[in-house]
């Protein structure tokens, strides 16, 4: 994610390390290298040239402390300035409205309509509602069959007319079929249109007008960099639209949609879309953005991601068994799965701070587990739960049973033994801490 821009922000910050106070000459250069940066990644010169005039207006006179450097203090100003640029602060969707309606429009090929199960998904799984879905894309030929097997993943219910070709005729029925079965949230997926069109352009114009949304979502693929700032603007002046989606994040992305729409629409990014997955869907949090577009990860996001998959029980359940030496193959592959659920590998560990560079050149097979797990899913019941029993010729039957070969089947293991040595190890230290505290308690009263 806006690789290319993090390395290019980077070196232009290396021209202030050395120096020991910033001065209007090693801003200057460090600043022609961040214009240029910016520039690079598809931002519009304007707001290249205005985003480094406010950064040196805020540079110039600042006094460096002792314990930062100008280099250090360059990247705090750059950062906060990078912050306000994507809108300061997250903005959430208006739902207080029984039922809500959110209009979703946008190019064609923008991923509106993946957009819209994730939206649903995320509503459903994350703030407790009933939505509906209403298929109101007439034109592309199967976008209402792909619609309804994306509902069908997400197990929201999909409204369509296969009948009409009128879209605010169908959009008009759902609303009907959404009120009458309990539906607090109604997603509208459109046809993707171009701006110049202006057939098209009246036609989602119209759906405004027929049901009055409370929130109108822009979808805009990030790939396209500055087009699709044109582009929004010139929905935005039609629409007057309520938020920005940006969708392909995880692709080829260089940035300059993210920096600059909100300066050009005054609209905030509200989620970022990152992957074909139901679940790959985030709210946009400016301040969390800069830290990864500046290489200071995004730990926030990498806790509230496992926060989601965490469950206290089975925690506490699994706790006792690590400190009773009963963690067993069935519970390492429990946690694989957890794993799995938060999302990209890759993705995952560039949030932590510091990793993102480290990383970026590896190639992190997302497909790193499966030989792991068919070694796991190879085994007996009781072989799983008891790795005691694992001789030499179980450990053959599992290799050939998982078309790996005994080799993996030892690294695996050992590698799961030494991991429960530790994790017994861990477990154990904090019991005896614990048990010391309350020693120290129990004695001072």
Do not use: C
């Not at 005039?53 to 002792?66: M, P, S, W, Y």
């Amino acid at each position: 994610m806006f690789e290319g821009l993090s390395d290019k922000l980077d070196r232009a910050f290396k021209v202030l390390k050395g120096h020991g106070h910033i001065t209007e000459i090693n801003v200057a250069e460090t600043l022609k290298d961040v214009r240029k940066a910016l520039l690079d990644a598809d931002v519009s010169f304007k707001i290249a040239k205005q985003f480094t005039d406010q950064v040196k207006e805020k540079a110039i006179g600042e006094n460096v402390l002792t314990s930062v450097s100008p280099g250090q203090l360059m990247i705090k100003i750059v950062h906060d300035e990078l912050t306000m640029l994507m809108g300061g602060q997250k903005t959430d969707l208006n739902l207080k409205a029984d039922p809500a309606v959110i209009l979703i429009a946008g190019l064609q090929g923008s991923g509106k309509t993946t957009f819209s199960a994730k939206l649903a998904s995320f509503l459903k799984t994350k703030r407790g509602k009933n939505p509906l879905l209403i298929a109101g894309d007439v034109y592309r030929p199967a976008a209402i069959e792909q619609l309804n097997v994306l509902g069908e993943q997400v197990d929201v219910k999909v409204f369509s007319d296969l009948e009409s070709r009128e879209p605010v005729k169908i959009v008009k029925k759902g609303l009907a079929y959404a009120k009458d079965n309990g539906h607090n949230v109604i997603i509208i997926d459109t046809a993707g249109r171009l701006a110049v069109d202006e057939e098209m352009m009246n036609e989602i114009f119209n759906i405004k007008q027929a049901v009055n949304p409370h929130e109108i979502l822009f979808v805009v693929d990030s790939m396209t960099g500055q087009d699709a700032v044109n582009t929004a603007k010139a929905f935005n002046d039609r629409l007057d639209f309520d938020g920005v989606v940006l969708t392909k994040l995880d692709g080829d992305t260089r940035g300059g949609a993210a920096l600059s729409i909100k300066s050009v629409v005054n609209k905030p990014i509200k989620f970022v879309s990152l992957g074909e997955k139901m679940d790959a869907l985030d709210i946009f949090y400016p301040e969390r953005m800069a830290d990864r577009i500046l290489g200071m990860g995004d730990i926030v996001s990498l806790v509230e991601k496992a926060q989601e998959q965490f469950d206290e029980e089975e925690a506490k359940k699994l706790q006792k068994k690590i400190a009773k030496n009963q963690f067993n193959f069935d519970d390492f592959l429990a946690q694989i799965k957890q794993i799995k659920k938060m999302g990209n590998v890759k993705d995952l560990i560039g949030m932590i701070p510091g990793m993102g560079k480290a990383i970026r050149d590896l190639d992190i097979d997302e497909n790193a587990f499966k030989g792991i797990e068919a070694i796991i899913h190879s085994m007996t019941p009781s072989e799983r739960a008891d790795p005691s029993i694992l001789t030499g010729g179980r450990r053959k039957r599992i290799a050939a049973g998982s078309g790996t070969n005994i080799q993996d089947v030892n690294k695996l293991i050992k590698q799961f033994d030494d991991t429960r040595r530790m994790m017994k190890m861990v477990t154990s230290s904090k019991g005896r801490n614990m048990a010391n505290m309350m020693r120290n308690m129990r004695q001072s009263n």
